[in-house]
Every structure is written in structure tokens, then in C-alpha cells.
């Protein structure tokens, strides 16, 4: 279950890298589906991956835009103050309040072979894992998708080769929004949130992320796994309120043995 | 050779399935200016970095002085007396050119400067050999091309090496500033450092270079003399390419 | 320079008059005393943050450990004069554990992981109840006076200070400045990063100590949420940012202006001032990343013919 969850996470995540370190996207986009959800569960999406596009399109070209010369820190500041901004602008409009959706489907189970299995969680897990595979194929088999891959590994040689860097990263950019966007959207059915609940997020995003190694989906993919087992393990022996402490001590515990990721160090150790 | 200042053997470097380099072995004479050349990609730079510490080789081992310095962190060679110049130029941005020597000075291969005037005169003797001394406290990003590799140069010399690895100082220079160098290059090896040079520019490694080592493709192909080295069939090939048979 | 050295000398001079003086406003008293506390705060971040170039958003944990070890070690009769010490030590002995995993990490992804290490701890003091009397928190019996409170953290703030006036000026501040522009360049230069940025850690870590020590003692209540949260640990990030990362009196321009706005704002709207802190901070990033001294760089290079000056602050 926590599997399509961590895909999720670690979608969002990906994108991001994508464009070269802005790393704090994930977060406040999830929680700012609030508003959308107070209307129609299942079909928000529909309205919200679109406007998130155009929202992370729009971010790109007027703000992001002007930092990209400078170090990759003042990236991160900036897109740190404008999760400041939406986080406080939540909390000044909806309160600090927990909210979450009720409806028939959030509540509904199904029987399987002796399981209940929760229906939004398959759906969740279900929507996961088709937007992860969505997304592999879009990167690696669209012209535009290679262009975002190329822009992301050297902007002045995919310049040269042709490709048209401005609008990429604006595209990438809301892409990467949108995903957020929808992930959130899908979260929203399975908890309640504040607007706070982007952060735990976030943390998990980018431990599945160290996990899995940075460069690839097929990376996130098994870091997500990685970190859904432990938290699973963790589960029997933690009270609940130090779940996400797991998150936290599996990322040290990496850092200090394995620096490339587990993904990095299984390559290189192939390699010879 | 009896008792090289620095000693590769085996040296070893695999990216992935590339092998750049295979089975390096290199020493390197006590006071001797030894040139290292060879086509693009030949690992150069990267035997470099092996040598440095800048990056851990796969197999091989490095010597300095008898006692092996393999796998050791790059500021611990530095400190040892092994510097290094970036083929590319990395100077601190936002600092003067003298500041950017003063990181050298201060921690370089000890015995170090105390206090910060000492370091500063530290620098500028480096700077002054360098022929930068009059741009001391410009910001550095304001030098032009040629004053920037003369600011690597500087930055290292400071650190007080025994042996200083130059990668590619003298690309993009035009032949009024390669000449300069070159004096700038004797100079230092009068001051009693062993220098290393990996270079493209064949003309002016021949005019400064005791000894040339070829490596072609991650391997060492010949060393020697330099005339006889750069007659070498061997060599012309790598360059040239050779004829299909 | 010796200008310089006499305008603080007269400043500090001021500010210990100050509070006899102004002895009818205690409220004057109390806001200084904000100042000067978030201004040690403000520059014991900027070690790392500003001279190291390690953004950390975890910096709480050592205020939170500071504030905790106080109220405990006082409430158990231990003497002022080895609580502070051991609120001092705790957060640095806590930060060089931290350190070996966290700087293996570079840049913005050092600074998220430093998002995690903040809400740890946090964690942990939430469900330590044991210890730390999980979210309700922990209460000191009695406060010093506010006389010595006052003059506690203007001697705070002014060894913060002078800790970063010396390391600006000294070997240590070269090795710091050469890690924030190009550690790689600084390793083959010699210089050890990972020691050096270790050494920024604990040095912040300490002084955040005893800020949460003197934190402690003012408020008398702290809570897992108060100390360790995340909001307290943004505003450690905004201050030098406002003021001007990496300068010696940047974090103290910050500190001023963020208590005014603070007092300003919180008492309108719940959270509008870390609003007003976010857009705040995306305008200083996006128009002048050098924050007010910058802006005052500016205008002075306008006035006068630009030449060419080495940046200073």
C-alpha cells in the first residue's frame, strides 16, 4: 500500500532533479489541492493537473528564471520562500484546521481472497504506478521528454543540438508541478491534512530519493519499495508518531554507509 | 630510475565499462620538468586526478618520497606536497586575487604561515613569482583568461609543493602568453619544485621538458627524450591517425 | 576600520546604558532583549549558513537541545553555572554526530536533509515524555531579573559577534569562505572541507545553546513545537538573508527587522508574518541575494565613480 504512496513521493521527486535541484516543489503544491477537494474528489484532478501545469509554467518564467545563473542554493531559497508563502497563505485562508475528504468512496473496501483491501489505496497505488510508467515512456520515448532529459544534464549542449531550452524548462517545470499537484490531489483521499502536510512528505520524497540513487525512474521506483518495506517493518516496533522518524534514521544510516545510494553502489559495484 | 620524487604503478581508473586509464606506470624525477601528452581522451587529466587524490583509482598505487599516498583525500596530499592546477580554471569567485593565493598559503604543506601577515607575504612572493602581483587585491573574476591560469598556478605554488601537477596551462593562450608561461614554468623548477606538465601544445613541450611520457588511450606508449619521443612513429600515429592498411 | 570599531564601541556603550535609562519602558526593554537574543541567533546560524555556505533548516534542534538541558538540569537544583555550560556543550557534542552523515550531502540537498534532522528532534522531544514532558512541555519555577536577562543576551550577542568579526578575518574564515565558493578547489588547496564545515557546526550549535538556555529562562514554558519547530528554525534562515548572508552585521539587520515585523504582525493575523517572511525572502532572493547590506552597497556604489572594491561587510 505505502508502495504507491512512496511511487508517488518519488515521482515528484524526479522531475525535480530534473531540472538541476529545485527540490522543494513536492511539498506545497499536495496540501493547496485543499480548495479543489472541498468540490469533487476523483475529478479534481481534471481541473488541477492543468492548472498546476500553467502555475509551475508561469513560476518558471518570471522568478525561477532569474535565479538559474546563480548558485543552486538560491534556487532552493527561492523556491523555499514561495512554499513559505502558499504554506501561510493556507493557513491564513482554511486555518490550520484538519480537513479531509468524506465521501462513499473514501471509505469503501473490497474483499480479496481473505484481505479487505482499502479502495482508495488501490487506486492510489493503481494511479502510481500508471503515472510512473506514463512518466518513463514520456521521458524516454518523446522527443520532448529526451529534450527535458538533455536540458537537465547540460543546458548549453542541448542548446547547441537544437533545443528550444527556455521553453523546456518552462515545461518541465509545470510538469513537475502538475505531478505534484496530482499526487497531493490522490493523498488527499487517503489522509487528513494541515497545511503542514507537505513537509513529511518532502522528507520522504528525498530519502527515496537518496535511496534509489538521483539519476534514474527505475531508481526511485526501488528506493519507493525500499522505503515502504521499512516503514512496514517499522510499523510493528514504533508507536505511530515516530513513523516518520523511520524515514529519517534509514537516510542517516545510508548516508553513513552507502554515499552513492543503494541503487549507486550496486552499479558501481558491477562495474568493478 | 633511483629514488623518483613520485612513483605510479598499475595506475587504474574505470568509469562504467570505459577504461581511461589502464595500467599507468609513471616516475617522475626529482627537479625534472616531465611533459605528459597525448591525443583527447587519452586519460591525462585523469592520471592527474588519480595522482591528487581527486578521485580514488580502481587498481594501482602512488608513491611521494617512498610512502604511499594511494586513496588518500586531496587535501592530505596537498598537505604532503603534491598540488595540483584544474584544467579548467577554478578560482574563489568573490575573492581577490590575493585571497584566492592566501587559501594556499595558509594551508598548504607545512610548515605553514602564522598569522595572517606572514600568509599574506606568503601569497604575494607567489603571486610576484606569477607576474600577478600588481592585480593582488582585483577581484578575481576580473583577470582575463591568461591571468586566470597564472592564478591556478599561483594558488598552488603556495601551498609550498614538492612536485606540482600543471594540467593544461597553456591552452587557449596565444603564443606572447605561452612563452610567458614557459618562463613562469622554469622559473618555479629553478625554485627547486618538480613539475609535471600535461600539454597539448607539442612545440612548447619539447622547448621546456626534460623527459615526455606518451599515453594513448589509458596506456603509457612511450617515454623518454623529447626529440625521440616526438619522432616516434608510435606517437605521429596517435595524432595523426594512422593510415588505413 | 577604526571608524567602524568606534560606532559599535558607542552602540554597545548605548544599549548597556539602555536599560537605565528607559527603565519605566519595560516594553523597550523586552524588545531589545528580543533583538539582541535572535541576533545571537541570526549569527551563530551565519557561521555555517553565511560564511560555510551550508543552508540548514535544522538549526532548532540545537536551540530546542540548549532550552531543554536548561529547564531540566534547573529544575533538578543543578546552579546556573553548569546548566549553561552543559546547554552549551550537548547541542555541539549532538551537532558533530550529525555532521559525519549530513556532510556527505552537498548543497540543497545537504539543506533538506537538514529539514529532517530538525523535525527529528523534534519528534523525539515529542515522544521522550519521560524526559521532556512531550507536548505539554516542560515549566521553570522563577525567572532571573530582567536586568540580568538583558545584559545575558547582549553578552551573548556580543561574543556571537565578535566570534564572527574574529573567524571573518582569520586562517579559520579563508577555509570557510574557500568551502562556500568551491570545495572541491579548497580540497586540492589543502584545505580539510569536512573538518572545516564540522568546526562551523559546532561553533552555531554552541551558541545556540545557550540561547535556548537564556530562551528558557525568559519564557519559562518551552514545548517540543516552540523550540524544536520548524517556524523557529525558518527564522533563523530569514534573518541573515534579510540582513546579509555571510556578513558579520548582516544577521543583526535581519534580527531587528524581523522583530519588527513580528511584533507588528502576529499580533494580526496567525502566521502573517511568516507570510509576509516568504514573500520577503523571494524578493531578496530574486532582486538583491545580498539582502540589505547589499542594497546598501548599491546606493553607495551609485553616489560614487565604480571602482573596483573587494567585497566586504
Redesign the interface.
Known amino acids: 500500500m505505502s508502495y504507491g504512496l512512496a511511487l508517488i513521493y518519488g515521482v515528484l521527486k524526479i522531475i525535480n532533479l530534473a531540472n538541476a535541484?529545485f527540490?522543494?516543489l513536492g511539498a506545497y503544491l499536495t496540501w493547496w489541492l485543499f480548495t479543489a477537494y472541498h468540490v469533487h474528489p476523483l475529478l479534481a484532478p481534471l481541473i488541477i493537473v492543468p492548472l498546476f501545469f500553467l502555475g509551475g509554467w508561469a513560476l518558471e518564467r518570471t522568478?525561477v528564471r532569474?535565479?538559474l545563473g546563480?548558485?543552486?542554493?538560491?534556487?532552493?531559497?527561492?523556491l523555499?520562500?514561495?512554499?513559505?508563502?502558499?504554506?501561510?497563505?493556507a493557513?491564513?485562508i482554511w486555518t490550520g484546521d484538519t480537513r479531509s475528504i468524506e465521501t462513499a468512496f473514501v471509505d469503501a473496501t473490497v474483499a480479496l481472497g481473505g484481505l479487505t483491501l482499502s479502495v482508495p489505496r488501490i487506486y492510489v497505488f493503481v494511479m502510481g504506478a500508471l503515472v510512473l510508467v506514463a512518466l518513463q515512456l514520456f521521458l524516454t520515448r518523446t522527443f520532448l521528454g529526451r529534450a527535458i532529459r538533455a536540458t537537465a544534464q547540460d543546458r548549453d549542449a542541448a542548446r547547441l543540438v537544437g533545443v528550444d531550452v527556455d521553453r523546456v524548462m518552462g515545461i518541465a517545470f509545470g510538469i513537475g508541478i502538475a505531478l505534484a499537484g496530482f499526487g497531493g490531489s490522490l493523498l488527499s483521499l487517503l489522509f487528513s491534512f494541515t497545511p503542514d502536510f507537505g513537509?513529511?512528505l518532502?522528507?520522504k520524497s528525498?530519502?527515496i530519493v537518496?535511496l534509489g540513487g538521483l539519476d534514474s525512474i527505475v531508481g526511485v521506483a526501488f528506493g519507493s519499495l525500499a522505503l515502504a518495506l521499512a516503514e512496514a517493518f517499522g510499523v510493528r516496533y514504533m508507536?505511530a508518531?515516530?513513523q516518520?522518524?523511520i524515514?529519517?534514521?534509514v537516510?542517516?544510516v545510508v548516508?553513513?554507509a552507502l554515499?552513492k545510494g543503494i541503487v549507486g553502489t550496486l552499479?558501481a559495484l558491477r562495474?568493478? | 630510475m633511483a629514488d623518483p620524487v613520485l612513483e605510479g604503478r598499475g595506475l587504474t581508473k574505470r568509469f562504467g565499462g570505459l577504461v581511461a586509464v589502464n595500467g599507468v606506470d609513471i616516475a617522475v624525477e626529482r627537479g625534472e620538468i616531465l611533459g605528459l601528452i597525448g591525443p583527447n581522451g587519452a586519460g591525462k587529466s585523469t592520471l592527474f586526478r588519480l595522482i591528487a587524490g581527486v578521485m580514488k583509482p580502481s587498481a594501482g598505487s602512488v608513491a611521494f618520497n617512498g610512502r604511499a599516498i594511494t586513496g588518500r583525500s586531496a587535501h592530505d596530499i596537498c598537505v604532503a606536497g603534491v598540488a595540483v592546477t584544474h584544467q579548467i580554471v577554478r578560482p574563489f569567485r568573490e575573492m581577490s586575487v590575493l585571497d584566492n593565493v592566501m587559501v594556499g598559503a595558509f594551508f598548504g604543506h607545512r610548515p605553514r604561515p602564522r598569522g595572517r601577515a606572514r600568509a599574506r607575504a606568503a601569497a604575494m612572493e607567489a603571486l610576484t613569482v606569477c607576474e600577478l602581483a600588481d592585480r593582488a587585491g582585483a577581484p578575481a573574476r576580473s583577470l582575463t583568461l591568461a591571468g586566470h591560469k597564472r592564478l591556478e598556478i599561483a594558488r598552488a605554488l603556495a601551498t609550498r609543493p614538492e612536485v606540482l601537477l600543471l594540467d593544461e596551462v597553456l591552452a587557449g593562450l596565444n603564443p606572447t602568453e605561452t612563452d610567458r608561461t614557459l618562463e613562469l614554468v622554469r622559473a618555479i623548477r629553478e625554485r627547486g619544485t618538480t613539475i609535471v606538465m600535461v600539454e597539448h601544445n607539442l612545440r612548447a613541450v619539447r622547448g621546456v621538458c626534460s623527459r615526455i611520457a606518451v599515453l594513448v588511450e589509458g596506456r603509457k606508449v612511450v617515454e623518454g627524450d623529447p626529440d625521440a619521443v616526438l619522432t616516434d612513429q608510435r606517437v605521429v600515429d596517435a595524432y595523426l591517425g594512422t593510415a588505413h592498411a | 576600520m577604526a571608524s567602524r570599531t568606534a560606532a559599535a564601541a558607542i552602540v554597545l556603550a548605548a544599549l548597556v546604558a539602555a536599560p537605565f535609562l528607559a527603565a519605566r519602558s519595560e516594553y523597550a526593554i523586552e524588545v531589545l532583549f528580543l533583538i539582541f537574543l535572535y541576533g545571537a541567533m541570526a549569527t551563530a546560524w551565519n557561521l555555517l549558513g553565511g560564511f560555510a555556505g551550508q543552508v540548514s533548516f535544522g538549526h532548532a534542534a540545537f536551540l530546542g537541545i540548549g532550552a531543554y538541558a536548561t529547564t531540566i538540569l534547573i529544575s533538578n537544583g543543578v546552579s546556573l553555572w553548569i546548566a549553561v555550560p552543559v546547554s552549551a556543550l550537548l547541542p555541539g557534542l549532538f551537532s558533530l554526530l550529525i555532521g559525519v552523515p549530513a556532510f556527505r550531502l552537498r548543497g540543497p540537498y545537504f539543506s533538506i536533509a537538514t529539514i529532517g534532522i530538525g523535525e527529528a528532534t523534534r519528534l523525539i522531544a515529542l515522544n521522550w515524555t519521560s524526559l521532556t514532558g512531550g507536548a505539554s512541555g516542560l515549566t521553570l519555577a522563577g525567572a532571573p531579573p530582567m536586568l540580568q536577562q538583558y545584559f545575558a543576551a547582549l553578552a551573548l550577542l556580543v561574543a556571537a559577534v565578535g566570534v564572527a568579526a574574529w573567524i571573518r578575518v582569520s586562517r579559520f574564515g579563508y577555509a570557510l569562505a574557500a568551502v562556500r565558493q568551491d570545495p572541491d578547489a579548497a580540497e586540492t588547496l589543502g584545505v580539510a572541507t569536512t573538518v572545516v564545515k564540522s568546526q562551523a557546526l559546532f561553533l552555531s550549535a554552541c551558541i545556540l545553546g545557550v540561547a535556548g538556555s537564556i530562551y528558557a529562562l525568559h519564557y519559562l514554558f518551552i514545548s517540543p513545537d516552540s523550540v524544536f519547530g520548524f517556524s523557529t528554525a525558518v527564522s533563523f534562515v530569514i534573518m541573515p538573508i534579510i540582513g546579509g548572508l555571510g556578513t558579520v552585521t548582516g544577521p543583526l539587520i535581519g534580527a531587528v527587522v524581523y522583530t519588527f515585523i513580528r511584533e507588528q504582525l502576529a499580533a494580526t493575523l496567525a502566521n502573517a508574518d511568516l507570510l509576509a517572511f516568504g514573500v520577503l525572502l523571494i524578493a531578496i532572493v530574486v532582486f538583491e541575494p545580498r539582502g540589505i547590506l547589499g542594497i546598501a552597497d548599491r546606493i553607495r556604489a551609485l553616489r560614487k565613480r565604480p571602482a573596483v572594491t573587494v567585497a566586504d561587510g
Do not use: K, T
Open positions: 535541484g527540490l522543494m522568478l532569474r535565479v546563480a548558485e543552486p542554493i538560491i534556487s532552493l531559497l527561492l523555499f520562500g514561495v512554499w513559505l508563502v502558499l504554506q501561510n497563505l493557513y491564513v513537509r513529511a518532502s522528507l528525498f530519502c537518496v508507536p508518531s515516530l516518520n522518524l524515514s529519517f534514521v537516510l542517516v548516508l553513513i554515499p552499479r562495474r568493478g
